[in-house]
């Protein structure tokens, strides 16, 4: 057997596969899974005898040996799966997570919204038994490029900080700056944009 993602979405989808015996010769299915993100791709079933894309969350394909053909999709309850993959669906990992934070011009000051996010972004920390955590700080590209750059390391330190004064371990916090040379928006050179004077935190 042989399952692949029929699309780019599709390379992160999340599938399952059960072998089931019973009376009769034994049987393989695999069904597509709901994505956290929302996204459905499709994953194609290969066997010797031929093929199956399923492309619905739920929906599934069953065969009997490498020799038979996948059959024709249907559909997974979930009653169905909590029987046959709940153990291994309640055992994945929390999905990464990532947060915008966005500063005042010239400052390591946070906006209120992003202020209000800090809380959020300790509680998904708190979600991983052994979290990974990188700090990326920006800047717009108003003024001098070396100065950006400094200004969005300072950024993404603060914030840093402020995760490690809530009891975070600092060693599983990594922090880096790209200055004025990722931003969200394009800009020409010496523009302020007030969305790309941020720090992106991703949890995993």
Known sequence: MFVRGGTAAARMLAVAVLVLVGACAPRTYVVLLDQPDGKTGAVTVETEGGSQTIETPGQATAFASASRPPGE?????????????????GAQPEPPAMFLIYFFSDSTRLKADSEAKLPAILTAIGRRAAPDISVVGHSDRFGDEGYNNRLALRR???IRDAIVNAGIDAASIDVTSHGENDPLVPTADNVREPRNRRVEVFVR
């Open 73 to 89: 999709p249907f559909a997974v309850s979930d009653e169905q799966l909590g029987r046959d993959f709940g153990d291994a669906i």
């Open 156 to 158: 993404a330190r603060a």
